[in-house]
């Protein structure tokens, strides 16, 4: 019988032993966020609650005391905890899912509006309507370690799925809406794109290519190339636009039209509006399921939340919750990303700040693709020596002065996570 090459061998063993590494991390991810995600957290604004739906029968089982006001809201991507911002005071409040009671109150701008976490639960950024600022919250010590100066009456905010960038709706005064775009290793903005008139909610393709933004007032949707920060395309919609957010396969776009009691559909393949669906009085926010099968939408005048079935476009439940429900969120699970992609990524976002040169930049992303093209020729051997001589050069940099230590930490770490995973 003929048996497989030494060398073949091996290789088999490796991939399969790298398979296995990697189940038992997306299992046990998985396992933590599974039951979390069968969870919708509403805020209701008149009676400075949030209300918990679950979502396999679609009722509420807690309603949770906040500050006054709630408005944003965001969930960890693990599903451990909640931040809510209160309009009427400058707390933003953190609830722990697991006994449903606030654990932590942070105080950060005026009138806190909106609300994105990281996708690695790092961080909470919340846009300061009042302050035109954005408040960064480290998730782990619940303490604002960054302060960023945006544009007028900043509302919506949406991070890249790699992390890097934070994109703000910034209302202004209708006729000067801006989206400013932050660059979360800097903590900096580093391009503001006009909008359209009210820019209000944001939400980010999953594969970051495209921003879309929900302008209140211009009744329409504008589309945003985020490689080059400019809008391709306005998808007139009508009404006042309260809400957006996108299917996790990126196919769709769903829309809250308050002034119409309506949810719109925007295929994002063709830009073009393909169903209408009546809810409730007054839907504002609006959030997609992580399985991607429904579309909760928050009916404000009806204290109501309509559930969307995206399959059919029709609505399958109607859920009473609290008082003026403005918001709604779901837990939104980091995907698997490639390590290495997401490192070039991280290095591209400080070249783009301005951090690094392009020459010294793309020293680091010529070792990065050398390390991916040796793990393709099965030489993890060699791979885990450029690992090394990555590390070494981002030591450089923080001891010249080009990164700080925070910045290269980052880098080391998520390469020193790779070494681990492919045994060096």
């Known amino acids: 019988m ?5 060398k073949s061998l091996a290789s088999v063993f490796t991939t399969v032993r790298r398979m296995v590494m990697l189940a038992l991390v997306l299992t046990t991810f998985g396992a933590s966020v599974a039951l979390a995600q069968t969870k919708g957290y509403v805020t209701n604004a008149l009676d400075d609650t949030v209300s918990v739906i679950d979502t396999a029968t679609n009722t509420v089982t807690a309603t949770i ?3 006054p006001v709630p408005v944003a809201i965001a969930v960890t991507p693990n599903g451990a905890f909640v931040y809510v911002g209160n309009q009427n005071s400058p707390i933003v409040s953190v609830i722990s899912t697991a006994t449903n009671t606030v654990i932590a109150n942070v105080t950060v701008g005026l009138v806190p509006s909106g609300i994105a976490i990281t996708p690695n639960g790092a961080f909470a950024y919340v846009a300061n309507q009042a302050g035109q600022t954005v408040s960064v919250i480290d998730t782990a010590t619940n303490n604002v370690v960054a302060t960023v100066p945006v544009g007028g009456a900043p509302f919506g905010i949406a991070i890249t799925p790699n992390g890097a960038f934070a994109y703000v709706a910034n209302q ?3 006729f000067n809406s801006s989206i400013s775009v932050i660059d979360t290793t800097t903590n900096t903005v580093i391009a503001t794109i006009p909008a359209g008139l009210g820019a209000r909610a944001i939400a980010i393709t999953p594969n970051g290519a495209f921003a879309y933004v929900a302008n209140f007032i211009g009744g329409n949707v504008s589309v945003i190339d985020t490689a ?17 957010d996108i299917t996790p396969n990126g196919a769709f776009a769903y829309v809250a039209q308050e002034s119409n009691n309506t949810v719109s559909v925007i295929d994002t393949s063709t830009n073009t509006i393909t169903a209408t669906v009546p809810v409730g009085s007054t839907p504002r926010g609006v959030a997609i399921t992580p399985s991607g099968t429904s579309a909760y939408a928050v009916n404000s005048l009806s204290n109501t939340v309509s559930v969307i079935d995206i399959a059919t476009n029709t609505v399958t439940a109607t859920i009473p919750v609290g008082e003026t429900p403005l918001f709604i969120a779901f837990p939104k699970p980091q995907s698997a990303q490639d390590p290495i992609a997401s490192l070039i990524a991280q ?6 700040g301005g951090t690094l040169s392009q020459n010294q930049g793309a020293g680091l992303i010529d070792k990065l693709n050398h390390i991916r093209l040796k793990l393709d020729n099965d030489r993890t051997d060699v791979a885990c020596n450029q690992l090394s001589a990555f590390i070494s ?7 010249s002065g080009a990164l700080t230590q925070t910045q290269g930490q ?3 770490d998520a390469a020193n996570a790779l070494k681990i995973s492919l045994g060096c």
Not at 228 to 244: E, R, S, Y
Not at 347 to 352: D, K, M, N, P, T
Not at 393 to 399: D, E, H, L, P, S
């Open 347 to 352: 290095v591209e976002a400080l070249i783009a």
């Open 228 to 244: 080059t920060n400019t809008i391709i395309v306005t998808v007139p919609v009508g009404g006042l636009l309260a809400g957006i």
């Open 2 to 6: 003929t048996g497989f090459p030494q």
């Open 393 to 399: 050069q981002v030591n450089a940099f923080i001891k």
């Open 65 to 67: 005391p906040v500050g």
């Open 172 to 174: 202004g005064m209708i």
């Open 410 to 412: 980052s880098l080391k």
